[in-house]
């Protein structure tokens, strides 16, 4: 047997920070277990995403109710009302570098299917037995179909609330682990030439984030820049998670060049496992330039300061943060509760504050 939930979206467009395309709407329809199960190997959903406006419409999959492939969060689990920890990947994405193998394309009045099975994704046994919450995340990024999301001009920021699926799981909640498409990798980049790589993104990155750290107890809440960025979330909280990466020194938090989870797909330049806090480069990383580029070189929106990114990744390592949206301007028209939990924001934002206070 099993439950059923319907999410209707709307598309506000107009709340954003940029023009963007509008479209009348989409619905989900998750089907998962109904009752109880014994295993949370039994924990299977299957979401049918329909486009019921007029024309064709992108959705990035990453990060959402549609990415059946890798192992980001496609759910919010909770129970009792409290997070149940997610162990499984987040993302940077670089926007020029997607093609349409990262978007789910459906035509208007047809429909997307995709399965999930979380086992892996989450830690049910830190919180014990009992009944589970499973919402769908149904936070899109979307496009016109004939676009190339290479900006975030492209892309219109879509974000809904749902209703959740109850599941009661009574025995099994042993953690299971992520599987690996290399058994053997090993979890440190052992190439010369890409080691130095990262380890001057490392540097970058700490470098960034004391910057940044510095920039907001000196200007405060009432900047305009931090505005942009952070709303009117109280500084302390943006100054922690910068803080966090720049004192950053665990001996046992990896940083590697090889793809052990094969989740270097269309656009990904990095990812952290949130379960080890380890992170992973891709190979588009190794395109990046040093920080100093932006002084001369580079922009703050292409987002592709080697710096930015490794910063990207160790706000989710050590500062908890999410993969809501991707683009500066996107970042800047979330809400001021998505902006302090989003990780490109602290990208957008520190590379921002280098440029105007280094160059």
Request: aromatic residues 8%.
């Amino acid at each position: 047997m099993f439950i059923r939930s319907i999410v209707a979206l709307g598309f506000a467009a107009a709340a954003l920070a940029t023009p963007y395309k509008r479209f009348n709407g989409l619905t989900v329809d998750v089907v998962g277990p109904a009752g109880s199960v014994s295993s949370i190997d039994d924990l299977k959903f299957t979401a049918t995403v329909k486009n019921t406006g007029a024309e064709t419409v992108k959705i990035l999959k990453y990060g959402t109710i549609l990415d059946e492939k890798l192992p980001t969060k496609s759910f919010i689990v909770t129970k009792d009302g409290a997070a149940v920890p997610f162990t499984g990947i987040k993302l940077s994405v670089s926007l020029s570098d997607v093609d349409d193998s990262a978007f789910a394309i459906i035509p208007a009045g047809e429909s997307v299917t995709v399965s999930h099975q979380v086992a892996s994704l989450f830690d049910f046994a830190s919180v014990g037995n009992g009944k589970f919450a499973f919402e769908p995340i149904t936070n899109f990024i979307v496009t016109g179909a004939q676009e190339k999301a290479t900006s975030a001009a492209k892309l219109s920021k879509v974000q809904a609330t749902s209703t959740t699926v109850v599941v009661e799981i009574t025995s099994d909640l042993s953690k299971r682990e992520l599987s690996q498409l290399n058994k053997r990798a090993t979890d440190i980049c052992t190439t010369a030439s890409r080691k130095s790589f990262i380890d001057a993104s490392y540097s970058e990155a700490k470098t960034l984030a004391s910057t940044a750290s510095s920039y907001v107890s000196s200007h405060g809440a009432s900047d305009s820049l931090y505005r942009s960025y952070f709303g009117a979330t109280a500084t302390s909280r943006v100054t922690s998670i910068l803080n966090a990466v720049a004192n950053e020194n665990s001996s046992s938090r990896t940083l590697s060049c090889t793809d052990t989870y094969g989740a270097c797909s269309s656009g990904v330049i990095a990812y952290t496992v949130i379960s080890t806090t380890n992170i992973y480069f891709c190979s588009i990383f190794f395109n990046e330039v040093a920080t100093s580029s932006l002084c001369s070189g580079t922009t703050v929106a292409s987002r592709n300061a080697r710096g930015g990114t490794t910063l990207h990744e160790l706000t989710h390592a050590v500062g908890g943060t999410d993969d809501i949206a991707y683009g500066c301007s996107t970042d800047q028209g979330l809400s001021d509760a998505n902006k302090i939990s989003n990780a490109d924001n602290f990208n957008c934002f520190t590379t921002q504050v280098y440029q105007n206070t280094r160059c």
